[in-house]
C-alpha cells in the first residue's frame, strides 16, 4: 500500500484512505471502509448505513483534540459540544463558504459538495470540518426527503440527523410558542401591558409544512378561551428565535436578544417587547442545551458540526455563529454552506452573519451542475440526459451572475462542477470557457460517486486560494443606508432588477420601522429562491424586472427586517405527492424511504 504523509500530523496514512486522515491532536492509522460501500446509485440510507461510524468520543479526540468531559452524548454517534469546556478564542482557522447557482429540480448538490470537500481536504492532509444547518422536518416529508448530503459524501447518524436528531428544532419550537401563549395569557389576565389585540405580530410555529395553518383565528369560544384574535402559523425555519439562535455569541446573548423581540404594538401604537412580558428566562432555560452544536461525522469520520436551520428564502439561511467559531479554532480549515443560490444564502452569510459575527471567508465555491444549467436554458427535467451544448452556453448566463455577483463581495469564487455520468466533455469545456473568461478558477468533481478523492482537484484548488493572499471581503450596503435603499441595493445589484415596488402595507411598515430608530439594521429578503426575480418562472439570469415588497418584519432580537417578496410563504405547503408518502418502517423496524 502506497503512502503519503499528513502535513498536519507526524503519522504516515492509506494514500487510499479517501478523508481517513488523522490531525496534530492524535495520530491514527485508519483504514479506509470505501471498498464495503454499496455501488454509486444506491440509496443513500442504504450507503449510509454500510459505515460503521466510529463513536463520537473517538471523533472528538482523534480529530479535534477534545477531551470526553466536553462532550455533552446523545447516544454513541451524535453529541453536543459544552462550550463551556471548549477554549474558542485563542485561534481561528481558515473560513470555506460553498454556494451554488439558482437552484432547480435537477440539483446542485451543495450539501454533498460541502461534505465531499471536507474529506478531500482532509485526504490531502488538511486538518478540516464542516459546519451544516440541521435538516427541518417540513422538506423532509415534503419534497426533499433527507438532507444529510447524497452518494458517498454524506453526515452520518443520517437518520438521526434528519428526524428530530438531538432536539434542537423542538427546544426552539417550544420557546417560540411560549411566548405566543404567554401573549394570550397577559391579555386574558387583564392586559397591564395594554396590548392591542390587533397589533400583536408574533404568530406561532411548527416544523412542518401545513398551508391551512397559514392564517388562523385564535381565542375562540367566549370568555374562558381567551381574547378572540387573528394569527397564523410560520414554519420553525422562518422563527426569530431560529435566526437569533444562529447569530447568538453564548447564553447571555441569546437572553438579551431573546428579551429584544418585538411582540406587537400597545393601544398607544408603541413597541411592547419580550422583555416587558418577562419571558425572556423561560425562553432561554428551553433554550439551554440547544444553544450548544452538535457533532456527527461523514462517511468518512470527518468531524460535522451540525448547529441552526434558518432556510435562505425566508430567513438567513446559515448555521450558528457559536458552531462555526467552535470549528474554527478546533479545525485549521472549516467548510460551510449557505442556503439555496448565492443571491440568497452567500449574501445574507455575508451581509448578515459576517458582517455581526466578524468572521470572514477566506474562499468560496460555487456549485454548479452541467444539467442544472441545461434547466436554466429551457430544458425540460425528462430531457436534461441528452447532450446540449446550446442549453448550457445559455443556461450559463445565470453562472455568470453569480460569478460577478460573489466578485461584488471581493470574493472571485471556484466553480466546482458537480459532475453526473451523463455530463459530456463538450458541455464541459462550454462551462469552463465561461468560468474562466471571468477569472473564475474551475475544477470538476466526483465526490458523490467516490467521496473525498472525487473532490480532490476542487481540495487542490481551495488549498492554493487558501494559501494566496486574504480576500479583502465587502459588505453590499452600508448600515447607515435607509432601508428601502438596502433593498434596492440588493435587489439591482445582484438581481438584475430595475427597481423595486412597496404595496401599501409594506411602505407604512417601512416608515413605522424607520420611526421607530431600527433604519440601520440589515435587511433579509425573502422571496423564492427558483429565480433572481419574484418569479419563479424566470430562469438564466432576468433584468429590468420590478421586485414586489408585500411585507415588511423587524426582528429587533435578531438584528434585521425581513423583505417579504412576492408570493413566497413563510409557511411552505405540502407538494401534490409529499415525500412523507414513500416513508416508513419495514418489517424489521427500518426507516424505508428517506433516500
Known sequence: MSLVRCSHSRATIPASAAGMVNNKHNAVLVETTMTTLPPPGSPDIDIARAVKPWPIFEVAQRKLGIAHHALIPYGHYKAKLDLAQIETKTKLGKLVLVTAITPTPA????????????????????????????????????????????????????????????????????????????????????????????????????????????????????PAHGQPRESGFDITVASEIMAILCLAEDRKDLQKRLGNIIIGRNRDNQPVTARELGAEGAMTVLLKEAIQPNLIQTLEHNPALIHGGPFANIAHGCNSVMATRTAMA???????????????????????????????????VLVCTVRALKMQGGVPKADLDAINVEAVIEGSSNLSRHIKNLQQFGLTPLVAINRFPTDDDKELAAIKEVCLSLGAPIEEAQHWAEGGLGAKAVAEGVKAMLDGEKPDVKF?????????????????????????????????????????????????????PYSFSADPTLLGAP???????????????AGFVVAI?????????LPRKPAALSISLDENGEIVGLF
Open 565 to 573: 417578496c412576492g408570493d413566497v410563504m413563510t409557511m411552505p405547503g
Open 543 to 557: 433584468s429590468d424586472h420590478v421586485l414586489p415588497v408585500r411585507e415588511l418584519r423587524l426582528m429587533a432580537g
Open 476 to 528: 453590499l450596503y452600508d448600515n447607515a443606508l435607509p432601508i428601502d435603499d438596502k433593498i434596492r441595493t440588493v435587489a439591482t445589484k445582484l438581481y438584475g432588477a430595475s427597481d423595486v415596488q412597496f404595496n401599501i402595507a409594506a411602505q407604512k411598515q417601512l416608515d413605522e420601522i424607520q420611526a421607530l430608530g431600527f433604519g440601520d439594521l440589515p435587511i433579509c429578503i425573502a422571496k423564492t
Open 107 to 222: 440539483g446542485e448538490g451543495k450539501t454533498t459538495t460541502s461534505i465531499g470537500l471536507t474529506d478531500a481536504l482532509n485526504a490531502i492532509g488538511i486538518n478540516a470540518s464542516v459546519c451544516l444547518r440541521e435538516p427541518s422536518l417540513g422538506p423532509c416529508f415534503g419534497v426533499k426527503g433527507g438532507a444529510a448530503g447524497g452518494g458517498r459524501a454524506q453526515a452520518i447518524p443520517m437518520e438521526d440527523l434528519n428526524l428530530h436528531f438531538n432536539g434542537d428544532f423542538h427546544a426552539i419550537t417550544s420557546a417560540h410558542n411560549l411566548l405566543a401563549a404567554l401573549i394570550d395569557n397577559h391579555i386574558h389576565w387583564g392586559n397591564e401591558l395594554n396590548l392591542d389585540p390587533r397589533r400583536i405580530t408574533w404568530r406561532r410555529v411548527m416544523d412542518m409544512n401545513d398551508r391551512a395553518l397559514r392564517n388562523t383565528l385564535v381565542g375562540l369560544g367566549g
Open 330 to 364: 478546533l479545525s485549521d480549515v472549516v467548510v460551510t454552506e449557505a442556503g439555496f443560490g448565492a443571491d440568497l444564502g452567500a449574501e445574507k452569510f455575508i451581509d448578515i452573519k459576517c458582517r455581526m459575527s466578524g468572521l470572514m471567508p477566506d474562499a468560496v
